[in-house]
């Protein structure tokens, strides 16, 4: 038996076509996990920058056989996530610098973890369910 899924180029163009609609909305979150999933596949880097570039490209601007340069493209992509990557770095040290500084004191987070008499919860609570079959009656 063959081990080729004759569905490959199906599940590739509906990836291709999802990851269009993701850049074009901007839904970081869902782009993210997609990229995964879409190198799993076999996409390469360049793809993907390509598919970013057609899906945030206003289309209707452009001359019938206008071709990005891919190269300057990249290029500006990857200098714009050095400066994403710059500022999440230096705004988590200045988070981590804040919160150092406004840490409570031992006391008071011992009284926060401190266990009540009547907020744990029963024994019944932890036993496990009760899965048995019961049968019902319809008369």
């Known amino acids: 038996m063959s081990s080729r899924n004759p569905f490959e180029s199906e599940w590739r163009d509906c990836l291709r076509s999802h990851y269009l609609h993701v850049a074009k909305i901007g839904d970081a979150g869902t782009e993210h996990t997609l990229v995964g999933v ?21 289309t209707e ?6 071709v990005p340069d891919f190269e300057l493209l990249e290029a500006q992509i990857s200098r714009q996530t050095a400066a994403a990557l710059q ?3 230096e705004s988590t040290i200045s988070k981590s610098a804040s919160s ?16 009540k008499p009547g907020s744990l919860p029963s024994d019944e609570y932890y036993a496990p369910p009760d ?7 319809l008369f």
Not at 100 to 110: G, L, M, R
Not at 131 to 137: F, H, I, V, W, Y
């Open 38 to 58: 879409m190198q799993q596949a076999g996409f390469s880097d360049a793809d993907l920058v390509e598919l970013r570039i057609r899906a945030t490209l206003r």
């Open 61 to 66: 601007d452009m001359d019938d056989g206008f």
């Open 87 to 89: 500022q999440t770095v």
């Open 100 to 115: 150092t500084a406004d840490e409570p004191s031992s006391d008071a987070v011992s009284e926060q973890l401190e266990v």
């Open 131 to 137: 899965d048995t079959p019961r049968q019902l009656s």
